[in-house]
């Protein structure tokens, strides 16, 4: 037994019993599809979302060239609705959502130290069941896909304007995904509650798990409500009741319950995001991120406010003034902790000594892009502005700036700083380069643009326009913008994919990291930790190589004083 | 005390932090993250870029007409006034844009990496940071304050001009819902909105309860300058939306439901077609269910109304006609109204 010692200077770990039993570790793919390890789950949820992400730009490519001309018929108006509807129900269902849950599978026991999930079977269900989900989802095109809109809105989604089994396929999507969300939030509230490292009490949790504790605490409000709405259309659909169904049930009916979890979908999306951004920023600003506590605080107000601010979407349905002002102030009060999240990432760059490596230039652009995203946001919450903009090219700019300019770039700066850790390997720096200014420049000429599309009165979700003012010429210039943008996105898969083998040998800190992630090899052994470090900060990496320095007294980089 | 070093090193790795510490000499930062050689290379391409995107505004902005950053109006007060609400907070959002910009773009660029610098340790700062909490509330404040203070004038209609349409088809709405804002002295052009897929249907009221024998077209609705007109907005099918951006904001068509909204076309804008379309996904030729409203002068309307009145009549005269003629057994079975207007 070893002599623990609790000073307040160690950080020597407690000690445990590592196993009983050493078994021989399977290889090849079935060791993939056998697995209960929180790694390989995390890896399967980041390439699987991966791809559908893929097949989710493609669509937009499609629908991006079907608009890059008035009144163009090179796809048809099924096909057209068909691709909005897979393209947003893949984007939020299939790729956003769930790659945090990938890294939140990956990361969030490793930075916690423990040695997986609370529940690892349980852990590697909910990757089964998205996989699931996608491929029943899928499966649809090859019969007759979804032409309802992401939303689905009642009557259209029901079976008298819509007989074919799209819309099945995709109530099937979201109870099959929501299942694996659910299953996956409780997995991931149990781990972070009961799993943490010792010393690592509520206050010293990194930023990045505390968004996906509050990620994981709005699942399981959320989810529940679109689970049962979309279970009510199912039998609405099927089984003769009327829910929905104009004069017996209601069609608003289905817009709040859609929107009591389509909302807080959108904090889902962005928290984890913040989570990241809140994580690079530090470590290569090489300074203390500012106000953690504010940050923490701020993250729980969003997701509080989140629930509470639905029909915001639904400015423009017969409702009366209080509601109508009523979602107007709520909405107008989750723009306060946002801001503050915005001001203390500033703040943390501010005084600091910013090293430009891939992960920071994406949050950078993150910074940049998601603040136009929250500002436009504001003229949307003014319901009687909101009257002029809801369901046009305004509304997709906005969200596009808040989901793929937040999440997107956010994801992409995630990718670029754990890459190391997750293969062993250095992403190349000059690819990462080309690839964020191409994607900076494609994104904004794709959605920048489509501000004033909505603005000059171009409703969404149509297949075709004609050519009134400039909005052919402002189609184009996002139709450009989107291949720019999609080729910047190619260029980041290449660079991954090339520095599998290519790439330099990373060492288990490259990055010189704050988290414990980054105190096991690079890849993580299937226990990640031998020993537990005793945690004595937030940034229970930078006192461990104090301590290295201290020690032995050599001083293993230039942001720390040499002490004699 | 023995160096202990081992205990912190990552687990079953064999490359300890001491290693790592003692190839690197003293006063660099690692490999992977010393500054490369693109620096310089990325400070020109990032100018270069800024000043790209600049002109780039520029030529958009000296290009394209005034609704590059702006919402349509000048068909309605209603939508010069969410216009000009719309201007207010754009001003702030641009101060709040190139503020916040303008210390980020800053700090990324005054901060980076230089040899021999030094991060400085902050923490936080209470008081900045309760600071720009209460500065963002008190924005948001002046917001809401300036949005409540145009709000009367957006949603209540005002009179008709004096010198607007009084004829049939104005009528005072008795005991009107409560969201169907009527102007002070209660007269206003009625028309109901009906949306259908993939039609509009305009139903012009004619002061009785009997929808059958009323005014009505497709598509097209015209209507008289200086008159207040307040629409009734229904749907018989899925949801629709009623927008014509030049006369103000969109109002969903739900079954079930009744809409209501108003506008007023002004003298001088007599002889204008203001297009618009639905704006809510309604099927397939969603795209092509467009509505234009056509401005005519009073004089003009009435003789508009009084045709379409004859022609509807003289059409329902024929359908029967034709109908005795192709089904002689069946005549008594059908009506003048119900012939054209089977849905009320």
């Not at chain 1, 964020?436 to 171009?458: A, K, R």
């Not at chain 1, 226990?527 to 461990?544: A, G, H, L, Y």
Request: hydrophobic share 45%.
């Amino acid at each position: 037994m070893a002599v623990v010692d609790t000073t307040a200077q160690s950080t020597t770990g407690v000690p445990q019993v590592l196993a009983s039993k050493v078994e021989r570790p399977s290889e090849g793919w079935t060791s993939w599809v056998t697995t209960t390890d929180h790694k390989k789950i995390g890896i399967m949820y980041i390439v699987t979302t991966l791809v559908f992400f893929v097949l989710g730009g493609i669509e937009a490519l499609m629908m991006r060239l079907q608009l890059g001309a008035a009144n163009n018929t090179l796809l048809s108006p099924e096909v057209y609705n068909a691709l909005f509807t897979i393209h947003g129900t893949t984007m939020v269902f299939l790729f956003v959502v769930p790659i945090m849950a990938g890294f939140g599978n990956y990361f969030v026991p490793l930075m916690i130290g423990a040695r997986d999930m609370s529940f690892p079977k349980l852990n590697a269900l909910s990757f089964w069941l998205l996989l699931s989900g996608g491929i029943v989802f899928y499966a649809s095109i090859f019969f007759s896909p979804p032409e309802v809109a992401w939303t689905a809105y009642a009557p259209l989604s029901g079976a008298a304007y819509s007989p074919s089994g799209g819309v099945d396929a995709w109530i099937f999507l979201v109870h099959l995904t929501g299942l694996s969300s659910l299953v996956g939030a409780v997995n991931f509230y149990a781990t972070i509650a009961h799993m943490r490292a010792p010393g690592m009490g509520w206050g010293r949790m990194p930023l990045f798990v505390w968004t996906i504790l509050i990620y994981a605490i709005l699942l399981i409000l959320a989810l529940p409500v679109i689970a049962g709405a979309a279970t009510m259309l199912l039998t609405d659909r099927h089984f003769g009741t009327t829910y929905f169904v104009p004069g017996q049930g209601d069609p608003l009916l289905w817009q709040h319950l859609f929107w009591f979890f389509g909302h807080p979908e959108v904090y889902i999306m962005v928290l984890p995001a913040f989570g990241i951004i809140s994580e690079v920023l530090p470590v290569f600003a090489r300074k203390p991120i500012f106000g953690y506590k504010a940050i923490a605080a701020a993250t729980v107000v969003i997701a509080f406010l989140g629930l509470l601010v639905w029909a915001h979407h639904m400015f423009t349905t017969p409702s009366p003034s209080v509601v109508l002002i009523f979602f107007m102030l709520s909405s107008f009060l989750i723009a306060i902790p946002t801001g503050v999240k915005m001001f203390n990432w500033i703040a943390t760059l501010w005084r600091g000594t910013i090293v430009f490596k891939p992960p920071l230039l994406f949050a950078a652009a993150f910074l940049s892009l998601f603040l136009i995203g929250g500002i436009s946001g504001i003229f949307l919450a003014i319901f009687p502005i909101d009257w002029q903009l809801h369901d046009t090219y305004f509304v997709v700019a906005h969200f596009h700036y808040v989901i793929v300019g937040g999440a997107v770039f956010a994801i992409f700066s995630g990718l670029y700083y754990w890459f190391p850790k997750m293969t062993g390997r250095m992403p190349n720096e000059r690819l990462a380069q080309i690839s964020l200014v191409t994607m900076y420049v494609g994104f904004t000429m794709t959605f920048l643009i489509q501000h004033s599309l909505g603005l000059d009165g171009m409703p969404r979700r149509i297949y075709e326009y004609q050519d009134i003012g400039n909005l052919e010429l402002y189609n184009q210039i996002s139709t450009a913008g989107s291949f720019v943008l999609g080729i910047g996105i190619f260029i980041s898969f290449y660079n991954f994919i090339r520095s599998l083998k290519k790439g330099a040998v990373a060492g288990p800190d490259p990055w010189l990291a704050n988290t414990l992630e980054w105190f096991t090899p690079s890849p993580p052994p299937q226990n990640n930790f031998d020993e537990v470090p005793r945690v004595r900060s937030i940034e229970p990496m930078k006192d461990i190589r104090r301590q290295v320095e201290r020690q032995s007294g050599i001083v293993s980089d230039d942001r720390e004083p040499a002490r004699s | 005390m023995p160096p202990r070093t081992r205990r912190f090193s990552p687990a079953t790795t064999g490359r300890a932090p001491r290693d790592r510490a003692v190839r690197r000499p003293r006063n660099t930062i690692p490999a992977a993250l010393a500054p490369t050689a693109t620096y310089p290379n990325l400070r020109r391409t990032l100018l270069a870029a800024l000043t790209l995107a600049g002109l780039g505004l520029l030529v958009f902005a000296g290009a394209a007409s005034a609704d590059l950053l702006t919402p349509e109006s000048g068909g309605s007060p209603n939508a010069d006034d969410i216009d000009t609400l719309y201007k207010i907070v754009l001003v702030l959002a641009f101060i709040i844009f190139f503020a916040v910009e303008g210390v980020l773009v800053y700090s990324l660029v005054k901060y980076r990496h230089r040899k021999g610098a030094v991060a400085a340790q902050i923490h936080g700062n209470t008081r900045l940071e309760i600071g720009w909490t209460v500065g963002a509330a008190v924005l948001l404040v002046v917001l809401g304050g300036v949005t409540f203070a145009m709000l009367g004038d957006i949603r209540n209609p005002p009179d008709s001009d004096a010198a607007g349409y009084d004829g049939p088809g104005v009528v005072q709405v008795a005991n009107a819902a409560s969201g169907d804002r009527q102007p002070p002295n209660g007269k206003s052009l009625r028309i109901q909105v009906n949306g259908q897929q993939y039609l509009w249907r305009y139903t012009y009221a004619d002061g009785d309860d009997n929808r059958l024998n009323n005014v009505f077209s497709y598509t097209d609705m015209v209507v008289p300058t200086g008159t207040t007109v307040t629409l009734e907005i229904k749907a018989q099918d899925v949801i629709h939306s009623w927008w014509i951006p030049e006369l103000g904001g969109k109002f969903d068509a739900v079954p079930g439901h009744t809409n209501y909204t108003w506008f007023k076309v002004p003298a001088d804008k007599a002889g204008t077609t203001f297009r618009g379309q639905c704006a809510e996904l309604c099927g397939r030729n969603h795209a092509n269910m467009l509505a234009n409203v056509r401005a005519v002068t009073p004089e003009e309307f009435e003789a508009w109304l009084a045709g379409k009145k004859r022609a509807i009549e003289t059409g329902n005269r024929d359908v029967v006609e034709q109908r005795k003629q192709l089904f002689p057994t069946e005549e008594d079975q059908v009506t003048e109204d119900s012939a054209v207007n089977p849905t009320p």
